[in-house]
Nanobody, 126 residues
Framework: QVQLVESGGGLVQAGDSLRLSCAAS?????????MGWFRQAPGKEREFVAA???????VQADSVEGRFTISRNNAKNTIYLQMNSLKPEDTAAYYC???????????????????WGQGTQVTVSS
């Protein structure tokens, strides 16, 4: 089993910043697997936001490029998502994920992950 616990969401105004955290634990955790962030707004499909390998290779969706930064602390099995210049369209539930074999080739898609957190809500008002 793997547990993923997200934190850091909240209600902010457009232009503000937030930092999300996700701590992974459990006997089945693959510590060198890629980890990622996805988001889902009401009535929309879950979409990729950003992901990072244990070696620090990171990718972001075009919609957040230049505004969001993903980082990772391997010693703590934790990833972070620094979100700057937030927009109302960033409003969504944000989920972190990892997998048994998540890697640089699979980390952009939800299918590349086996384990998901419960989500943390981010709401950006205009």
């Amino acid at each position: 089993q793997v547990q993923l616990v997200e934190s850091g969401g909240g209600l902010v105004q457009a232009g503000d910043s937030l930092r999300l955290s996700c701590a992974a634990s459990g006997p089945s955790l693959t510590t060198n697997a890629a980890m990622g962030w996805f988001r889902q707004a009401p009535g929309k499909e879950r979409e990729f936001v950003a992901a990072i390998t244990s070696g620090g290779n990171a990718v972001q969706a075009d919609s957040v490029e230049g505004r969001f930064t993903i980082s990772r602390n391997n010693a703590k099995n934790t990833i972070y998502l620094q979100m700057n210049s937030l927009k109302p369209e960033d409003t969504a539930a944000y989920y972190c994920a990892t997998g048994r074999r998540s890697n640089i080739a699979t980390m952009r898609t939800a299918a590349g992950y086996n384990y998901w957190g419960q989500g943390t809500q981010v709401t950006v008002s205009s």
